[in-house]
């Protein structure tokens, strides 16, 4: 087994903190070889390989191998393991890494153990095993800022959770992540000038559906005077033609994925933002502790997350008064401000692609459809999806991945739907597709779309009404579950929402009986909503404008009464 010396070690550290990757690699390889090589350098190596700008599909390959002779030589480093298991998920196989993460939870708590085996429960479906994991970790104190996002985020999915139990979370995650006033204390001081700025901050800034519905207000913005700023979070590899039109339509773009949450808050600052509106809330590769710095003096929190981000930094949640009813919002940490119509709206979808016949006149049976992401397809919902599919005799159901991810959790989907006896010849899974026509062409596929709760979709159900399929959606008891109930009010859809499963159920047997009304509604869906709430991007976009300009007032109110 290599032994390094003290020389080697202090090398190794020192290119490790200046991220010389490259350099580091070469450096574990000429001082030992696979065979010889000890656990702490094997797994040294496996996650320098993952350090790469871009990684190959062998570069994760290598890494697992690497990360699986760490864990072999030493058993009980859990770091090894559970760098074993994140690869393993990614390369889709990881029934070994699962099995021996399991034996280890046998053996008491690890917080290490519990994040590695959250992460393969997420994408397998089963959120509340999930959860149980991060709050087990919350309660010995041991939540980092990816793990206390990961826990709000995944509350907003389960159906065990009130609105009340996930605000009490929200204060715990806010309480441990605030800085103390020496942190406070190295911010740069308020600059501003007569100019009015908004800022907009994202790891989403690329070919992804916050995009469309982000147009929608930056030219209406700019032709209210108001300068508007792009901070992106993502790792400038990844971004795309969609980041270039952004960079292009922005007054000003700025990349802070390079920097630490000081030094970003502070080139925020020195940007002179007005207000800051964060577009992605606690999802992944989130910075929220930017945030917490108050870069901006009014910072709001705007369409990426559908739920209170429990930041007391943050003084806004922009919702409408179908997502959050008066009575209601002191369960939210932010100040709630309703827009006049809908919470977003969608810019349109630029494909050349006409709405097909029902296919029921060609197939004879009910085709169902639901392409939300597969996480949002709970227990819940499979079984009484599985109660319409068995009073609705050879009907079918089409599920769809909205990413590669989402195709891990599908063979669980299916277990459960056999295990209602439903049979599995009825539910068609569709892979994730890239190209944004052929994603579309599928709702060609479905009769009637049925929504997930407790968490709806949101640019799913927008894309399903363009291409003339409504969307039977469950109205729910906070903001979260009651979008699928705004869109389709919106749309003037109202028969669509349904008040509980019982309603949901009766519904979907009733509409799914009367063929003429679908067929009717297919006809007609995309020409009666293009001028509505949902597809009115330059109402909205004058609408967004007067609640920026309302949000900036109050500030100058309020600043002016103390």
């Known amino acids: ?141 041991h939540l980092t800022p990816a793990t206390a996002s990961h826990l709000l985020t995944s509350m907003n999915y389960s159906s065990n959770f009130d609105q009340q139990e996930y605000l009490d979370y929200c204060r715990k995650v806010d309480k441990k992540f605030s800085f103390s006033k020496n942190e406070l204390n190295k911010l740069n001081k308020y600059n501003l000038d007569d100019d009015l700025r908004i800022g907009f901050i994202s790891p989403d800034l690329k070919e992804h559906s916050v995009y469309y519905f982000l147009k929608t207000i930056i030219d209406p913005l700019k032709r209210n005077s108001i300068k508007v700023i792009a901070f992106n979070l993502r790792n400038e590899a990844e971004l795309d033609d969609i980041s270039t039109q952004i960079k292009n339509e922005c007054d000003e773009w700025h990349d802070l994925s390079r920097i630490n949450d000081l030094d970003a808050a502070n080139l925020i600052i020195s940007k002179k933002v007005n207000v800051l509106i964060d577009l992605c809330g606690h999802f992944a590769r989130n910075r929220f502790r930017i945030l917490k710095y108050k870069p901006a003096p009014v910072q709001a929190l705007w369409m990426g997350y559908v739920n209170s981000s429990g930041i007391k930094e943050i003084d806004y949640l922009i919702a409408d008064d179908k997502l959050i009813k008066k009575d ?40 169902f459809g639901c392409f939300n992401n597969s996480t949002k397809i709970s227990e819940n919902c499979i079984n009484l999806w599985s109660k319409i599919l068995n009073e609705i005799k050879n009907s079918k159901l089409i599920i769809k991945a909205q990413s590669k991810d989402s195709e891990i959790a599908q063979y669980k989907i299916l277990e459960k739907f056999q295990f209602n006896k439903v049979d599995k010849k009825r539910i068609i899974f569709e892979g994730h597709k890239k190209d944004k026509k052929d994603h579309l062409k599928n709702y060609n596929l479905v009769d009637l779309s049925l929504d997930t709760f407790p968490y709806p979709g949101v640019t799913t159900s927008f894309e399903s009404i363009w291409m003339g399929v409504p969307v039977l959606t469950k109205k729910g008891n906070n903001f979260v579950s009651r979008c699928g109930a705004s869109i389709m009010e919106n749309a003037g859809l109202t028969e669509f929402i349904a008040n509980d499963e019982e309603d949901y159920f009766n519904k979907a047997i009733s509409f799914a009986n009367d063929i003429e009304k679908l067929d009717t509604i297919r006809k007609n869906l995309r020409e009666k909503t293009k001028n509505s709430p949902l597809f009115d991007a330059e109402t909205f976009g004058n609408d967004f404008s007067k609640l920026v300009k309302e949000m900036w007032a109050n500030y100058g109110s309020n600043k002016n009464n103390k």
Not at 337 to 364: A, F, Q, T
């Open 328 to 367: 209601e919002e002191n369960q939210y940490i932010e100040k709630v401000l309703k827009l006049p119509n809908i919470w977003n709206c969608h810019s349109g979808i630029n494909v050349n692609l006409s709405v097909e016949d029902l296919p029921y006149k060609k197939n004879r049976f009910i085709t």
């Open 1 to 141: 087994m290599t032994l390094l010396s003290e020389e080697q070690k202090q090398k190794l550290q020192k290119l490790y903190s200046q991220k010389k990757y490259l350099e580091l690699e070469l450096e574990v390889e000429s001082i030992s070889d696979f065979k010889s090589r000890s656990s702490f350098l094997a797994n040294l190596l496996g996650v320098v390989k993952l350090k790469k700008t871009v990684k190959k599909e062998q570069d994760w390959i290598d890494a697992r191998e690497l990360f699986l002779d760490s864990y072999n030589k030493a058993p009980d480093y859990y770091d090894a393991l559970c760098n074993y298991a994140h690869v393993c998920v990614k390369l889709r196989d990881y029934s070994h890494a699962f099995k021996e993460l399991l034996e280890k939870k046998k053996k008491g708590y690890s917080p290490k153990i519990n994040e590695a085996l959250a992460r393969i429960y997420f994408f397998e479906g089963e959120i509340d095993k999930e959860v149980e994991l991060f709050k087990e970790n919350e309660k010995n104190d």
